[in-house]
């Protein structure tokens, strides 16, 4: 079955400075790959996925994840974080050879501080 | 409507008594799961409704767990005999069901279940 691992439960950082927030799956041939955000009190959405083609991909509020089949890995980064990034990270996994579950790793709290 | 609609936000219930979550996906989604969040803890996945097949049960925990879905869009998961620890954010999410689109999931913001 496929697993998602998000190494960090929490990750602390000061305002403007540069963040990556870790995301690891156990190896497919063909996978989807997610990153949900979670705001205070609010439910989750989409940041941004990888279907196929480029393996960098980018959010409107510039996060972005980079598709490394190699390390089976889809990191999230940002180069400058603003306190409304104030969240928790979800980083999602669909394989395509396993139906149509949504795996869901355990969630990274980004906690910005001024 | 507009988005994915979970009824009751709260709900707080004595060990033992069923509990009824409901989820009114968005119209036009065939697609639509259940997943529970516990504090700290990741999400995990319940159950899968796609139209007409039968949906996808591998998730739930244990026989007290069944969920419906009638006529391809209202669900409901029902948890019989609750337990303490079954006291998490029940979350509901609603996709296409086929096509890019499937792969983006709208979630509701989930009926919290406390179990005293």
């Known amino acids: 079955a496929q697993s998602v691992t998000q190494l960090d439960s929490q990750v602390p950082v000061f305002e403007e400075a540069p963040v990556e927030l870790r995301c690891n799956y156990s190896?497919?041939?063909?996978?989807?790959l997610f990153w949900y955000v979670q705001y205070p009190n609010q439910g989750l959405q989409l940041l941004l996925k990888y279907l196929s083609g480029s393996t960098l991909v980018e959010s409107i509020n510039g996060f972005e994840a980079e598709f490394n089949k190699s390390q089976t890995s889809f990191h999230l980064r940002k180069p400058s974080v603003h306190i409304s990034d104030t969240a928790e990270y979800f980083c999602?996994?669909?394989?395509?050879?396993?139906?149509?579950?949504?795996?869901f790793g355990g969630g990274t709290r980004l906690m910005v501080k001024p | 409507g507009a988005g994915v609609s979970q009824s009751p936000s709260n709900k707080v219930t004595e060990k033992g008594k069923d509990v009824e979550l409901r989820c009114d996906p968005i119209s036009g989604h065939t697609a639509l799961y259940w997943y529970r969040q516990s504090l700290g803890q990741g999400l995990e996945f319940l159950i899968y409704?796609?139209?007409?097949?039968?949906?996808?049960k591998s998730g739930l925990p244990s026989d007290r767990f069944s969920a419906e879905r009638t006529g391809g869009s209202v669900s409901t998961l029902t948890i019989q005999r609750t337990q303490q620890e079954d006291s998490a954010v029940y979350l509901c999410?609603?996709?296409?069901?086929?096509?890019?689109?499937?792969?983006?999931?709208?979630f509701g913001a989930g009926s919290r279940l406390t179990v005293l």
């Open positions: 190896s497919s041939v063909s996978v989807y």
């Open positions: 999602a996994v669909r394989d395509n050879n396993a139906g149509n579950m949504l795996t």
């Open positions: 409704f796609q139209g007409n097949s039968a949906p996808d």
């Open positions: 999410a609603s996709s296409l069901g086929q096509g890019f689109g499937a792969n983006v999931l709208t």
